[in-house]
């Protein structure tokens, strides 16, 4: 099974402020990727897939990048409304394994 | 407007069965795939299998093959999972998610765009 590695696991920033989270592969997935939203209580929300396409309806200052086993999720001058925690998935053979995850909390 | 309407808590005995269901409207509902995800208390992700409303073709993590069944209703619109043997590492939300697929230079890309609002399942004696 491919391994996702997700970092980091949790991050404490202020609203205004440029994130970026990494999402490692164990070997690989050919930009055959998505990230995802969580908000506490919610269902997950698609975010980026194909590793740098933003789903529909997502604010441009969220951006993916990557390539190869590396990958990463950025977010530029955060928003009160992009706090809870986010997930990368693989989809380049089964099983399509979901990151740890990376909970972003107000500093 | 794409919904996903999943059904209601469940509370089971140790050892029982247990079956959900997730009612799509708003899209064909042959033309995509569904999908079935895992999330205990507290924690990450975990992708269970799909299956394939148009033909009822599935497919499903190693770790979940017999604890999992997954079926469709074309009539009805409604992607069900059934849970079996259940024990207390069964507890979870269960989410379930429609199956995008995007090509690009002939290469297919995948991911989840619309998911259900989960179904909370407690395995207690």
């Known amino acids: 099974d491919i391994q996702m590695t997700q970092s980091p696991a949790s991050l404490s920033v202020s609203v205004g402020e440029t994130v970026t989270i990494t999402c490692r592969a164990s070997e690989n997935i050919y930009s055959n990727l998505a990230w995802y939203q969580q908000k506490q209580g919610k269902s997950p929300q698609l975010l980026v897939y194909?590793?740098?396409n933003l789903a529909d309806g997502v604010p441009s200052r969220f951006s993916g990048s990557g390539s190869g086993t590396q990958y990463s999720l950025k977010i530029n001058s955060l928003q009160s409304e992009d706090f809870g925690s986010y997930y990368c998935?693989?989809?380049?053979?089964?099983?399509?394994?979901f990151g740890g995850g990376t909970k972003l909390e107000i500093k | 407007e794409v919904q996903l309407q999943q059904s209601g808590p469940e509370l089971v005995k140790p050892g029982a069965s247990v079956k959900m269901s997730c009612k799509a409207s708003?899209?064909?509902?042959?033309?995509?795939?569904m999908h079935w995800v895992k999330q205990k208390p507290g924690q990450g992700l975990e992708w269970i299998g799909y299956i394939n409303p148009y033909n009822d073709g599935t497919k499903y993590n190693e770790k979940f093959k017999g604890k999992a069944t997954l079926t469709s209703d074309k009539s009805s619109s409604t992607a069900y999972m059934e849970l079996s043997s259940l024990t207390s590492e069964d507890s979870a939300v269960y989410y379930c998610a429609r199956g995008l697929i995007t090509t690009v230079v002939a290469v297919d890309y995948y991911a989840m765009d619309y998911w259900g609002q989960g179904t909370s399942v407690t395995v207690s004696s």
């Open positions: 708003g899209y064909t509902f042959t033309s995509y795939v």
């Open positions: 194909a590793a740098t």
């Open positions: 998935q693989h989809f380049w053979g089964t099983p399509w394994t």
